[in-house]
């Protein structure tokens, strides 16, 4: 049998509803590999929402630890985030062993909890052969996807924007399509990075105050192929005349960046970055790995971007 690991951080699969009805998490690793042949590191029980780079931290490090003694490792998380941890992971974790996050749609006390089906799922594939050196890879409904580009997107699957890497069916994993891996190195400390909504009338007063906030380096979520008005052109100008690095992402789910109009051309110009795939989530841990590495952005965006 694979030696497997389940590094637990909290999420829906963790939930139950307390006296109001409110889904809070409150169930540990013990109980969520009941009757599972897995060892449980238990880090913390909390909303994805609540969690911060920090926690990228530990739960990289946690990850790193147990991949040395382990076949496989699985992470149960919340969705809310999943998408910004399972990339940190994937950009700073270069090991072979197989490391695959999970979670659920439904608490753990839903009449249909989709938690322990998913987390069976998950350790089936962290202990196949298959997987080793596939990198970081989220597993969710049945379907085996990669760290990078795969986004919360609702419905019944919940997870998407990338091609599958694969999927499981009664216990068993089997590939169906590549994965590009993505490691950039061991990162540190993880640096602030912003991101900021461009919109019909924004001005220059987030970014600004971003700059001042001591930010690293800024996401700016622009409309269509990568569009703002001429106040964020502007502000971006004067932030990356500050050294700040800032990258253009798009608001259009699918959609894809390029220096086509005006204004994103004018983006660039002003020292922009433009990310041409990632959505602003996963765009700002690309950007917060590259600058703790000391990388140039601009390199890691075309490269993975």
Not at 3 to 9: G, I
Not at 84 to 95: H, R
Not at 162 to 173: C, E, I, L, N, Q
Request: with cysteine.
């Amino acid at each position: 049998m694979p030696r497997l690991v389940v590094v637990t951080t909290g999420g829906t699969i963790a939930t139950s509803a307390d006296g109001e009805g409110v889904l809070r998490p409150v169930h540990g690793g013990a109980d969520l590999v009941s009757g599972l042949d897995a060892r449980v590191i238990d880090l913390f029980t909390l909303d994805s929402s609540q969690l911060t780079p920090a926690e990228w931290l530990r739960i990289g490090d946690a990850v790193t630890e147990a991949a040395r003694d382990a076949d496989g490792v699985v992470v149960t998380h919340g969705t809310d985030s999943m998408e910004e941890t399972a990339l940190w992971l994937e950009l700073t974790y270069g090991g072979d062993t197989p490391v695959v996050v999970t979670g659920a749609a439904r608490s753990a006390d839903d009449p249909d909890a989709d938690g322990p089906g998913n987390l069976r799922d998950a350790l089936a594939v962290a202990g196949s052969p298959l997987a080793r050196g596939l990198g970081v890879l989220i597993c969710f409904a049945g379907w085996v996807l990669p760290a990078l580009g795969t986004t919360k997107v609702g419905g019944p699957d919940l997870f998407g924007g990338r091609a599958p890497v694969g999927r499981v069916s009664t216990g068993m994993f089997s590939v169906t399509g590549g994965t590009q891996r993505a490691y950039l190195g061991a990162v540190a400390e993880a640096g602030r990075v912003d991101i900021v909504a461009a919109y019909p009338g924004a001005d220059g007063t987030a970014i600004d105050a971003f700059v001042e906030a001591g930010a690293a380096g800024l996401v700016i979520e622009a409309m269509g192929a990568g569009n703002a008005g001429t106040a964020v052109v502007e502000a971006v100008r004067r932030a990356c005349a500050r050294g700040v690095t800032v990258a253009v992402t798009t608001r259009v789910p699918g959609g894809r960046t390029a220096a086509a109009y005006g204004p994103g051309h004018d983006l660039v110009g002003a020292g922009a970055v433009l990310v041409p795939r990632l959505r602003s989530s996963q765009a700002r841990v690309l950007v917060m790995a590259a600058l703790g590495l000391g990388l140039p952005v601009a390199d890691v965006v075309s490269r993975l971007g």
